[in-house]
């Protein structure tokens, strides 16, 4: 018995990726941005607050970038263009 891979489980499997690699990231940015913000408010506890709404910021930035990484595999896990329509 062989195994056939289809256009369509390519396309599932590219949509793991993307979303699984995009979590990945975002999860390694945050962290490395959390642990620089804590690292900046010990040496300097007067600019606490203006570190964190930069913090703040950048964290929804990274997870927008992940959020739209997830929409385009949504958009092609349910209308995939690349796959010719079933008769």
Do not use: W
Request: hydrophobic share 60%; aromatic share 8%.
């Amino acid at each position: 018995m062989e195994l056939h891979m289809t256009d369509l489980s390519f396309v599932a499997l590219a949509c793991g990726l993307i979303i699984g690699l995009g979590a990945i990231g975002a999860c390694i940015g945050i962290a490395i941005m959390g642990g620089k913000y804590l690292e900046a408010s010990a040496r300097q506890p007067e600019l606490m607050n203006t570190l964190q709404t930069k913090m703040f910021l950048l964290a929804g930035l990274i997870d927008a970038a992940f959020l739209i990484g997830v929409g385009i595999a949504m958009l092609f896990a349910y209308t995939n263009p690349f796959v010719a329509p079933v008769v």
